[in-house]
């Protein structure tokens, strides 16, 4: 199923052709594939590269494991997120490696790390869909995360499914249009809500 | 000047070659590709679609408005981002829309949009570099930003320039070998510091 977002002007395609999908084909993901991924995430920038992301990831092929993910999930997400390949979750070092110092920059960082493994994905004709319907400190205590660590979105990954196989509620959503505001209402110069000139050429 | 991620695995070209230099050609950015880029971040995913994110740009052709914004930088940044043909601070929604509470990922959301927007500049040619290094309540200050937002950080975009323009310190800075922390440290699986399996594959 295509999705593809309505751009006031031309975009590259994988950004186009993006977007977070409730259903999933019931069809695994090569792990090349997510080495992939996570090797886009890898190469995302980051302030003083610092590197603040990390990532667990559970596979649906290992059902033990994939269960105790899906547990951390919010009950609305788990109705779907539970049929899809991969879920993980990110994880952000909320501190700088040698001192004691926070990171202010740590999640805005993993926020960057993750968006590089989604343009990835849609260059490899996957979909991600993140969520903030978790619990984190279920992930917290369920995969032993450290002190100084925090767990910031869940993130169902796979091949894009039917929507007919979801419940009406969600298939729902699955075809509504997507929206987003305009860009004169964020794109300022000069001072704050004073569009900048150049989105009228 | 070509600085290409050392990447395990190939990935998406635009990926590979998204580095942030100093350098930036003497050449302004087309009206047309800075509309693209804003667009790029527009369609950017969020928490329950609450798009949490301003940008507030200046253009180096128009000289006082473009001091204002270097005034906001440290000086460390001043000293290559000034010839940056582009400059804007990105700001976040701390809160939602229509209530108190605050949005846990609103910073997450911004950092996802400007990657999005960085991919869109590699698409175009362009590249981005950003910084953490500036002056938050001066740019609150300048530009008039309101509370519950807040300036996360600043960017410089352009075209390549030649790292034979900057001084000693930055352009060995430029020319330096980039490096990531490798896969193994950040991709887990089952329990925290396992790295996931798929990795070996």
Redesign the interface.
């Given at each position: 199923m295509e999705k593809r977002?309505q751009?006031?002007?031309?975009?590259?395609e994988?950004?186009?052709r993006?977007?977070?999908p409730r259903a999933f084909a019931n069809r695994s993901v090569e792990?090349?594939k997510?080495?992939?991924l996570?090797?886009?995430a890898?190469?995302?920038?980051s302030?003083?590269?610092g590197?603040p992301?990390?990532?667990?990831?559970?596979?649906k092929e290992n059902p033990e494991?994939f269960a105790r993910a899906v547990d951390c999930l919010r009950p609305g997400n788990v109705a779907w997120a539970r049929n899809a390949p991969v879920l993980l979750f990110t994880v952000a070092r909320l501190k700088w490696p040698d001192k004691p110092d926070p990171n202010?920059?740590a999640?805005?960082?993993?926020?960057?790390s993750?968006?590089?493994l989604?343009?990835?994905a849609a260059?490899e004709g996957l979909f991600v869909h993140?969520m903030?319907g978790f619990f984190p400190d279920k992930v917290t205590e369920t995969?032993?995360?450290?002190d100084g660590y925090e767990a910031?979105?869940a993130v169902a990954i796979g091949y894009s499914g039917d929507s007919d196989s979801l419940p009406e509620d969600l298939r729902k959503k699955e075809l509504a249009p997507r929206?987003?505001?305009p860009?004169e209402s964020?794109?300022?110069?000069?001072?704050?809500e004073t569009p900048?000139p150049?989105?009228r050429?």
């Amino acid at each position: 199923m295509e999705k593809r977002a309505q751009t006031s002007t031309p975009i590259n395609e994988f950004l186009e052709r993006r977007w977070s999908p409730r259903a999933f084909a019931n069809r695994s993901v090569e792990p090349e594939k997510l080495r992939k991924l996570f090797e886009a995430a890898r190469w995302s920038p980051s302030s003083a590269n610092g590197q603040p992301w990390y990532f667990i990831v559970s596979l649906k092929e290992n059902p033990e494991e994939f269960a105790r993910a899906v547990d951390c999930l919010r009950p609305g997400n788990v109705a779907w997120a539970r049929n899809a390949p991969v879920l993980l979750f990110t994880v952000a070092r909320l501190k700088w490696p040698d001192k004691p110092d926070p990171n202010r920059h740590a999640i805005y960082d993993l926020g960057q790390s993750v968006a590089h493994l989604t343009f990835e994905a849609a260059a490899e004709g996957l979909f991600v869909h993140q969520m903030g319907g978790f619990f984190p400190d279920k992930v917290t205590e369920t995969y032993g995360i450290p002190d100084g660590y925090e767990a910031m979105s869940a993130v169902a990954i796979g091949y894009s499914g039917d929507s007919d196989s979801l419940p009406e509620d969600l298939r729902k959503k699955e075809l509504a249009p997507r929206n987003r505001k305009p860009l004169e209402s964020f794109v300022f110069a000069g001072h704050w809500e004073t569009p900048a000139p150049f989105l009228r050429s």
